[in-house]
């Protein structure tokens, strides 16, 4: 892409080609499907049905934040609240891939069921070049591939059997790409970690229930709070990612006078130039002693352990589904 403004007339066109009626368009709050969404807008306007789902596996605070960003971008986006369909797909499910796969189906049937509703077969997602090069599908073009590294979309790819049609006008282009579109459009960057599409379920180890996500959604709260914190006091320069993980093991701590089993949590603070590769952050002890200290009072009886996760990527990876 050389000329941003020459981008987005292209795209409202072939926008304008791809779908002839309508189309349901899925944002998810970053940047990508802000601007698919905001190129679907002005292609097709009121024909384009911008939908956010709320899964349940968001982090505390995080439709609201979402909400705000759409209205400063300028996009229409309706919220769709869809916490009981994700939870009871994934009941009695610990196999990490099968809970991508899982999840990935529930957002397909819930956009299925959407754009039934208004009468269309059109997804539009704000996909990117990085997106199927690391799911090993190939381009427009049909250029490069690369074995499968996960089933790494938000939505995990469409499967065989479904009846929707996908459009990607951001397919070729990689993120500084998109971030120069988002400018010529207005649309101002997030400026939030990377959060992935399957939310929290990746970072919940095992089963994920309705109990298991609260403890990880107060878990995650806590590290960022404490590490933005730390970074306004100068105590730790901003990192790339930084979350807590709950673990599905058994562990014994005391409350009170008595002896308890509780689970463990894992802290994890990476520093990254494109999530490809990524180092563990050397944390000063005293940020992460306030962040265990919290943790396990804020979930006494449940959480009884706070670990340190330096382990780099590779051979690690930045989440640990
Ligand atoms: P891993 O864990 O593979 O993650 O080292 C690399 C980066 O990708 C994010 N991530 C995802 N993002 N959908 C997304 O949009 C996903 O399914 C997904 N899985 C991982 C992860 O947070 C890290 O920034």
Redesign the pocket.
């Known amino acids: 892409m050389n000329d941003p403004a020459e981008f987005v007339r292209h795209a409202i066109e072939r926008l304008r080609a791809d779908v002839p009626e309508r189309a349901i368009v899925a944002a998810s709050g970053?940047i990508d499907s802000t601007v698919a969404a905001r190129l679907a807008e002005l292609a097709l306007g009121d024909r384009a049905r911008c939908l956010f789902v709320d899964t349940g596996l968001l982090r505390d605070g995080e439709v609201d934040r979402v909400r705000a960003y759409f209205r400063e971008s300028g996009t229409h986006v309706q919220v769709v609240p869809a916490e009981d369909q994700f939870l009871s797909a994934l009941e009695g499910v610990t196999d990490p891939e099968d809970k991508?796969v899982r999840i990935g189906h529930t957002f397909i049937r819930l956009f299925e069921h959407e754009a039934a509703r208004i009468r269309t077969d059109r997804l539009i997602q704000g996909t990117i070049a990085p997106d199927w090069i690391e799911s090993g599908g190939s381009g427009s073009d049909g250029s490069a591939k690369r074995d499968t590294?996960?089933t790494?979309?938000?939505v995990g790819g469409i499967p065989k059997d479904s009846t929707l049609r996908l459009v990607e006008p951001l397919r070729d282009l990689y993120k500084d790409e998109v971030r120069a579109v988002a400018q010529e459009l207005k649309i101002p960057d997030p400026l939030r970690q990377?959060?992935?599409?399957?939310g929290l379920a990746?970072r919940v180890v095992g089963e994920v229930t309705a109990e298991r996500l609260r403890r990880a959604r107060v878990a995650n709260r806590i590290v960022e709070e404490e590490v933005e914190r730390a970074i306004r006091s100068n105590e730790l320069a901003r990192p790339w990612?930084y979350f807590a993980v709950l673990l599905p093991v058994r562990t014994v701590g005391v409350l009170g006078d008595n002896r308890f089993h509780g689970e463990a949590v894992s802290v994890r603070i990476v520093d990254s130039i494109d999530?490809m590769t990524?180092r563990s952050v050397a944390l000063p002890h005293a940020v992460g002693a306030r962040i265990a200290e919290r943790i396990t009072r804020e979930l006494a009886g449940e959480v009884v352990r706070v670990l340190y996760d330096l382990s780099d990527?590779p051979p690690a990876?930045?989440?640990w589904?």
Do not use: C, D, L, M
């Not at 990377?194 to 399957?198: I, L, S, T, V």
């Open positions: 970053g991508r590294i996960k790494h979309h938000n990377p959060f992935p599409g399957p990746v990612q999530a990524a990527k990876t930045i989440e589904e």
